[in-house]
């Protein structure tokens, strides 16, 4: 890996890092009541990771269809009950995940602008 790869890295990792600090306040926050008895703390379809809870996931909608979603809340199920730090933690490390391939992605498509400009 060159200098400006190296970069590119450690700029992901900073504006990562910022981002998942920025959110660490909301480890003190319960759940709300907006959605989230929809998704984690009514959602008793969420309690097991089965075959039955695969079919679920895959066939049911809460305003959007995103499977995704419910794998990642019936995992947090699995690993903090409902005890909202670790949801909200799974959160915030989601968040910054994010940001980190975000900031990658900018710069490849800045990189791939600038090599189509000079050509």
């Known amino acids: ?18 981002t998942f600090f920025i959110y660490v306040p909301s480890l003190q926050n319960e759940f ?7 998704y984690v703390y009514t959602n008793y379809s969420i309690h097991t990771l089965n075959f039955i809870f695969l079919k679920w996931a895959f ?9 995704l979603t419910w794998f990642s809340h019936a995992i947090d199920y699995a ?35 600038r090599k189509i400009q000079t050509n």
């Open 1 to 18: 890996m060159n200098k400006e790869q190296t970069s590119k890295y450690f700029l992901a990792i900073y504006i990562a890092l910022i």
């Open 32 to 38: 709300v009541n907006w959605d989230d008895g929809i």
């Open 59 to 67: 066939s049911s909608y809460a305003a959007n269809w995103h499977p």
């Open 79 to 113: 690993l903090w009950g409902l005890n909202t730090v670790g949801h909200h933690l799974t959160s915030i490390v989601l968040h910054g995940l994010n940001t980190f391939l975000v900031v990658l992605l900018i710069a490849r498509l800045l990189d791939s602008s």
